[in-house]
């Protein structure tokens, strides 16, 4: 029997996505490292394929495999059935594989985003051609609707990906009482926040580059225009650069009965954009007002670090105070403190400048630093700080320079009783400030600077900026009394919430973080078994055996929480206990050597590779002695936005033969 064209990619791709969803090549593996455990004695020859095959069968996983694998099936349509349609009830998507219907809310108001596919996307041509069965790049669609979030499921990085995926957004008024009413078009017309748009490219390393943020004005469906074109454009020095073209489809569920004529909606947005250029226009006068002003308080003020304005992702320049927002990340993060940890763990990485010529001046968005899941000292500062707001704390991004003279930014809170506090956004350090006074008597030796910064030029938050004019802006002697402004000099508060403020076109909505989907349990079992075998098979080539002990690898357990706890807390904990197992486990006339490492990442390779580095771990990996014992132990802790803090921990105990 033969199949149409359309049938057979059909099929391919049912049997992809199922394979995918078991995770059938992480199952293989494990099958695979226990099949070369059983036999590391030989006694049964070498493996052949056929004993992998055989291993495979023997623990169900092809069978698994074959029977996990439903065809798409045909929906019959209303006029097959003679049932009447019910549009205000369900949702049936016809251009995807797998058919879904889904339950609407028939009180309230529904986008249906449709991609449709890309085309015209050459950046992935400057990779080398991946070999058989090599992964290849792909690139992932997020998408941010209000307080909406979504992600497309990966697809591979070609001229025209098949980014195929329905997103259905929730539209709804914003006044109070008006959440379970149903918008009506002049509701909607009247609803100037965009559909965010953020494409993320990830290589054969998983690392990720930001390819496009897009903003997308959905209102034009309302004239019943259903399918655009978008043109992706570039992000950085590349932002006039067209990067690719989505295709995409909107539709309203349940339909409005009458559209919008299309002259009615572009004179709504031309309005939005005069209204918005105006109050840019008056801010711009103002700002420029100030800073003479700032400037003649004291001619050294020319040189201090001070930023009133941030070119975001696009290229477009915005006011700093627009990057933060009051954040509340719901119960996904319990306390301040872990907070500032979960915010460490999004990598350091500063935006690429074609041929050089020192760093780029780009600050994101909070959504596209999020899906990037890394970026440079600003964005984990503004993250930070809208964290910490949302906790409640009185918390500002300072913008200054470092110990050396480096530009840098962190975060400061105050008390009431005007105790300060620098959080470091990078690592999650903390640090208690105490000003030095250069008038008052040297009657004792006074605290020396805990913290790393060298000077403060201007510190901002979402509502507020000031600028630095006390006589130094050095960190060591500055005082934080913002009600001063002999000290501080403050913005108009109603010139920043008119550019800043809520409901401002300008202003992105910030985005709510998603939870944790990592098994944190699984994962570290996952990696030890993989770490296990990279270690014998190290040892193996130096001809050295490999005897693992269970219990001494268990027992490193509590030390790796010691070390995740300090980070998180500020405060070492449990260590004590760690060290009296240690000696008991450890016997009398042996020799016991640990090496933990923290990573940012899960794989093991890297891992493995990275810690060979080191001198001291790879003394412990290719011990040699009399009793040698080896243990290795991981702990993966999980954390929002797909972030983890992985532990990693080499040991060994020996009696020592020289």
Same mark, same amino acid.
Not at 183 to 192: E, F, G, K, N
Not at 311 to 336: F, K, M, T, W
Not at 628 to 656: D, G, I, Q, S
């Given at each position: 029997?033969?199949?149409?064209?359309?049938?057979?990619?059909? #099929?391919?791709?049912?049997?992809?996505?199922?394979?995918? /969803?078991?995770?059938?090549?992480?199952?293989?593996?494990?099958?695979?490292?226990?099949?070369?455990?059983?036999?590391?004695?030989?006694?049964?020859?070498?493996?052949?394929?056929?004993?992998?095959? @055989?291993?495979?069968?023997?623990?169900?996983?092809?069978?698994?495999?074959?029977?996990?694998?439903?065809?798409?099936?045909?929906?019959?349509?209303? %006029?097959?059935?003679?049932?009447?349609?019910?549009?205000?009830?369900?949702?049936?998507?016809?251009? #995807?594989?797998?058919?879904?219907?889904?339950?609407?809310?028939?009180?309230?108001?529904?986008?249906?985003?449709?991609?449709?596919?890309?085309?015209?996307?050459?950046? @992935?041509?400057?990779?080398?051609?991946?070999?058989?069965?090599?992964?290849? =790049?792909?690139?992932?669609?997020?998408? &941010?609707?209000?307080?909406?979030?979504?992600?497309?499921?990966?697809?591979?990085?070609?001229?025209?990906?098949?980014?195929?995926?329905?997103?259905?957004?929730?539209?709804?008024?914003?006044?109070?009482?008006?959440?379970?009413?149903?918008?009506?078009?002049?509701?909607?017309?009247?609803?100037?926040?965009?559909?965010? #748009?953020?494409?993320?490219?990830?290589?054969?390393?998983?690392?990720?580059?930001?390819?496009?943020?897009?903003?997308?004005?959905?209102?034009?469906?309302?004239s019943g225009k259903t399918c655009l074109a978008l043109e992706l454009m570039g992000v950085g020095n590349e932002s006039k650069v067209p990067a690719g073209v989505l295709n995409?489809?909107?539709?309203?569920?349940?339909?409005?009965?009458?559209?919008?004529?299309?002259?009615?909606?572009?004179?709504?947005?031309?309005?939005?954009?005069?209204?918005?250029?105006? $109050?840019?226009?008056?801010?711009?006068?103002?700002?420029?007002?100030?800073?003479?002003?700032?400037?003649?308080?004291?001619?050294?003020?020319?040189?201090?670090?001070?930023?009133?304005?941030? &070119?975001?992702?696009?290229?477009?320049?915005?006011?700093?105070?627009?990057?933060?927002?009051?954040?509340?990340?719901?119960?996904?993060?319990?306390?301040? /403190?872990?907070?500032?940890?979960?915010?460490?763990?999004?990598? +350091?990485?500063?935006?690429?400048?074609?041929?050089?010529?020192? $760093?780029?001046?780009?600050?994101?968005?909070?959504?596209?630093?999020?899906?990037?899941?890394?970026?440079?000292?600003?964005?984990?500062?503004?993250?930070?700080?809208?964290?910490?707001?949302? !906790?409640?704390?009185?918390?500002?991004?300072?913008?200054?320079?470092?110990?050396?003279?480096?530009? @840098?930014?962190?975060?400061?809170?105050?008390?009431?009783?005007?105790?300060?506090?620098?959080? %470091?956004?990078?690592?999650?350090?903390?640090?208690?400030?105490?000003?030095?006074?250069?008038?008052?008597?040297? #009657?004792?030796?006074?605290? +020396?600077?805990?913290?790393?910064?060298?000077?403060?030029?201007?510190? *901002?938050?979402? /509502?507020?900026?000031?600028?630095?004019?006390?006589?130094?802006?050095?960190?060591?002697?500055?005082?934080?009394?913002?009600?001063?402004?002999?000290?501080?000099?403050?913005?108009?508060?109603?010139?920043?919430?008119?550019?800043?403020?809520?409901?401002?076109? =300008?202003?992105? !909505?910030?985005?709510?973080?998603?939870?944790?989907?990592?098994?944190?349990?699984?994962?570290?079992?996952?990696?030890?078994?993989?770490?296990?075998?990279?270690?014998?098979?190290?040892?193996?080539?130096?001809?050295?055996?490999?005897?693992?002990?269970?219990?001494?690898?268990?027992?490193?357990?509590?030390?790796?929480?010691?070390? %995740?706890?300090?980070?998180?807390?500020?405060?070492?904990?449990?260590?004590?206990?760690?060290?009296?197992?240690?000696?008991?486990?450890?016997?009398?006339?042996?020799?016991?050597?640990? *090496?933990?490492?923290?990573?940012?990442?899960?794989?093991?390779?890297?891992?493995?590779?990275?810690?060979?580095?080191?001198? !001291?771990?790879?003394?412990?990996?290719?011990? /040699?002695?009399?009793?040698?014992?080896?243990?290795?132990?991981?702990?993966?802790?999980?954390?929002?936005?797909?972030?983890?803090?992985?532990?990693?921990?080499?040991?060994? +105990?020996?009696?020592?033969?020289?």
């Open positions: 029997m033969s199949l149409p064209p359309e049938k057979v990619s059909e #099929l391919k791709q049912t049997i992809h996505d199922h394979l995918r /969803r078991m995770d059938i090549h992480g199952r293989i593996r494990e099958v695979l490292a226990e099949t070369l455990r059983e036999n590391q004695d030989g006694a049964h020859g070498p493996l052949s394929e056929a004993d992998f095959l @055989h291993a495979l069968q023997r623990r169900g996983i092809i069978d698994d495999m074959v029977k996990g694998i439903r065809l798409p099936q045909e929906v019959p349509t209303d %006029e097959e059935t003679g049932a009447p349609s019910k549009h205000t009830t369900q949702v049936v998507n016809k251009n #995807l594989i797998h058919l879904e219907k889904i339950n609407l809310d028939p009180s309230r108001r529904y986008l249906y985003l449709q991609v449709l596919g890309g085309k015209a996307f050459l950046e @992935h041509l400057q990779e080398p051609e991946s070999l058989p069965g090599q992964e290849r =790049s792909t690139y992932t669609l997020y998408l &941010q609707f209000r307080n909406q979030r979504f992600r497309s499921k990966p697809v591979p990085a070609t001229c025209e990906p098949d980014l195929k995926e329905g997103f259905l957004l929730d539209i709804h008024r914003d006044g109070v009482g008006d959440g379970s009413k149903m918008a009506d078009p002049t509701d909607m017309l009247s609803m100037c926040d965009p559909a965010h #748009l953020v494409l993320v490219r990830t290589d054969t390393c998983y690392e990720t580059t930001l390819v496009s943020s897009y903003f997308l004005d959905w209102r034009i469906v309302l995409v489809k909107l539709e309203l569920y349940p339909p409005i009965t009458e559209t919008l004529n299309i002259d009615v909606i572009i004179a709504q947005q031309s309005l939005e954009r005069q209204r918005t250029a105006e $109050k840019d226009r008056l801010f711009l006068v103002y700002a420029k007002q100030w800073w003479r002003e700032f400037l003649e308080m004291r001619p050294s003020n020319q040189s201090r670090m001070l930023k009133i304005f941030a &070119q975001d992702e696009n290229g477009i320049n915005r006011p700093v105070c627009s990057y933060v927002h009051v954040l509340r990340a719901g119960r996904v993060i319990e306390n301040p /403190r872990l907070a500032s940890r979960f915010v460490s763990l999004l990598a +350091k990485d500063r935006a690429p400048v074609v041929g050089g010529g020192g $760093k780029q001046d780009q600050w994101c968005t909070l959504m596209a630093f999020l899906c990037r899941g890394k970026g440079d000292c600003e964005d984990h500062s503004t993250l930070l700080c809208s964290l910490l707001l949302g !906790f409640g704390l009185d918390a500002y991004v300072c913008v200054g320079t470092k110990a050396k003279g480096r530009p @840098h930014t962190w975060v400061m809170t105050q008390t009431t009783d005007g105790a300060v506090t620098f959080w %470091e956004s990078l690592t999650s350090s903390r640090y208690v400030h105490y000003p030095i006074i250069p008038d008052s008597l040297p #009657l004792a030796p006074g605290p +020396k600077p805990s913290s790393p910064y060298g000077t403060v030029g201007c510190v *901002f938050n979402h /509502r507020s900026l000031l600028a630095n004019c006390q006589p130094s802006d050095a960190v060591a002697l500055c005082i934080f009394d913002f009600q001063n402004p002999s000290r501080w000099k403050p913005m108009s508060e109603e010139a920043l919430k008119s550019v800043c403020g809520p409901g401002a076109p =300008s202003v992105p !909505f910030p985005p709510p973080l998603c939870a944790p989907i990592l098994d944190a349990a699984s994962a570290s079992n996952q990696m030890e078994m993989e770490l296990r075998c990279l270690v014998s098979e190290h040892r193996k080539d130096l001809e050295l055996t490999t005897v693992w002990d269970d219990h001494l690898s268990y027992v490193l357990s509590s030390a790796l929480s010691v070390y %995740e706890s300090e980070r998180c807390t500020g405060i070492s904990c449990g260590t004590q206990e760690f060290q009296d197992a240690v000696r008991r486990v450890v016997p009398v006339g042996h020799t016991f050597k640990g *090496f933990p490492y923290h990573f940012l990442h899960r794989n093991a390779r890297r891992i493995f590779a990275t810690c060979l580095k080191s001198a !001291f771990c790879e003394e412990i990996v290719c011990c /040699r002695g009399d009793h040698v014992r080896l243990a290795v132990r991981v702990h993966v802790y999980a954390f929002p936005e797909n972030t983890c803090a992985v532990w990693v921990m080499f040991a060994c +105990k020996y009696r020592c033969v020289l």
